[in-house]
């Protein structure tokens, strides 16, 4: 890559730093300037949002439909899998998989709820029913 | 107050690795000669393992080797702690601070308040400088921003006790300084990273990792068409743009930084060899970026045929064959002083 060709896209960076490019200069040595963006890889990372979207989109339905505790979409929200929930909250991964079941949940103790709902910056109330008075959409 | 210059890095680990050497007065190691003599170019493709739901594939080696191998092969001794409880991982490093050391932490990026939330993910292998507290403020050098930013107390323990993958458990890290490393040590050291790196390319074993990995990579992705749908290989191409390109790698992968690095061990070496590999490293951040074009076309819903997955899959073969022959080029060399 020449240094007239470090791309200067539009990005999410855009506002708060540019980024570091190695290019070759006018002599065919190495130097350094910075992007303010490239629009192949601002595309990659809405591509990869947008599946984001898509999991927290379904994670709602399965809540919504009574399939899936709340603690899956919560999850979802927060970019987790149950590996990195397991983490923060010290619970089992198979204890995590039973508390996806809408039957389970109901009947969790209100310590591990706060567990959940401190891990997932959300009131207590609303973790365990997130959707109420929203209308279904 | 710790008078830190921060200098901005394309990556985060070889920035911290050459600001601080820096600080402690070594003002030989750039950015790309910390990465060369880490032997910090790579590829893995990470069987069974997903990050974000798409395969998980690196450019680099694992992270907190690029610090501590530069270190090591020029003799700097280390210290590298990590800690169970997150008090003591704070009262360790403000004792640092009084001392005036600036230190290099290891912090998990998803809470990291100052990156913009569209890059925030559970990626726990950031690295950034502390150096210096005011006001119950830590300063914060983080080496791929241009200026350096602040964190709170609460901020800063929070991010280097992230959970998950890689999890930080408040790893900092810092080089004790006895004697600076002398030119022939630097020669000596340059010389190792190159041998290391062409062992790690060529010769590691398995289908995954190196040269080979490329290969085995280019193979799934033609398969991802019709395995997965173009709406999902769509998704894991995106990701595999995203590491290469990504903050992070000063584009291409790591390939044009480690092009830099050949040409500036060409100062401390003299042999014509290293310029020549050095321009091949160059084509071979250019392919790397033409493929990360061509993915682009097929994740906007562009183009979708098998023949494009193909030509992606073509690609890496031509940086797969042409890496091979730029390591065999360097196991070649006579690198003598």
């Known amino acids: ?137 | 107050m710790i008078d830190f210059k921060h200098i901005q890095s394309a990556h985060c680990e070889t920035g911290v690795t050459s600001n601080l050497l820096f600080h402690n007065g070594i003002d030989t190691i750039s950015e790309p000669l910390a990465f060369g003599i880490g032997s910090g170019l790579f590829f893995i493709y990470i069987p069974f393992l997903k990050v974000n739901h798409a395969p998980a594939i690196s450019f680099r080696t694992m992270p907190g080797m690029i610090f501590k191998r530069t270190c090591n092969a020029l003799k700097i001794p280390v210290i590298q702690k990590k800690f169970r409880s997150e008090s003591e991982a704070m009262e360790y490093l403000d004792q640092c601070i009084d001392k005036s050391k600036p230190v290099g932490c290891q912090v998990g990026v998803y809470y990291l308040t100052y990156f913009p939330k569209e890059y925030r993910f559970h990626f726990n292998a950031h690295n950034l400088v502390v150096f210096g507290k005011e006001n119950n403020r830590y300063l914060i050098s983080d080496p791929v921003m241009e200026n350096t930013t602040e964190l709170t107390g609460q901020e800063l323990q929070r991010v280097r006790f992230a959970k998950g993958p890689l999890a930080p458990k408040g790893q900092l890290y810092y080089p004790e300084i006895k004697e600076k490393p002398d030119e022939l040590i630097l020669r000596k050291a340059i010389v190792k990273g190159i041998k290391r790196n062409v062992r790690d390319m060529l010769y590691i074993p398995g289908p995954f990792a190196g040269v080979s990995g490329i290969r085995f990579t280019a193979g799934k992705i033609k398969k991802w068409r019709g395995q997965l749908g173009t709406k999902k290989a769509g998704t894991y191409l995106a990701q595999l743009v995203r590491m290469q390109e990504e903050i992070g790698t000063g584009g291409g992968g790591f390939r044009f930084m480690y092009a830099a690095f050949l040409e500036q061990s060409y100062q401390h070496i003299p042999n014509e060899g290293l310029k020549e590999v050095s321009e091949m490293f160059t084509e071979a951040g250019d392919i790397w970026r033409s493929s990360a074009v061509q993915a682009s076309g097929i994740f906007k819903g562009r183009i979708t045929e098998q023949s494009d997955f193909d030509l992606m899959a073509d690609y890496l073969y031509k940086v797969a064959d042409l890496e091979k022959t730029a390591f065999k080029k360097l196991a070649g060399l006579k690198l003598t002083f």
């Open chain 1, 1 to 137: 890559m020449k240094k007239n060709e470090i791309p200067q896209d539009k990005s999410a960076l855009e506002n708060v730093s540019k980024e570091l490019c190695y290019a070759l200069d006018e002599n065919g040595n190495y130097s350094t300037d910075l992007s303010k963006g490239w629009e192949v890889k601002s595309k990659a990372l809405e591509v990869a949002w947008s599946a984001i979207d898509e999991r927290v989109f379904d994670a709602k339905q399965k809540v919504l439909n009574r399939e899936c505790s709340p603690l899956l979409y919560f999850m979802e929200l927060k970019l987790m899998d149950v590996e990195i929930v397991s983490a923060y909250t010290g619970f089992w991964k198979w204890q995590i998989k039973r508390h996806f079941k809408p039957n389970v949940f109901e009947k969790l103790s209100s310590k591990k709820i706060g567990k959940y709902s401190k891990l997932f910056e959300v009131d207590p109330e609303e973790f365990k029913d997130p959707f109420s008075g929203k209308p279904k959409p």
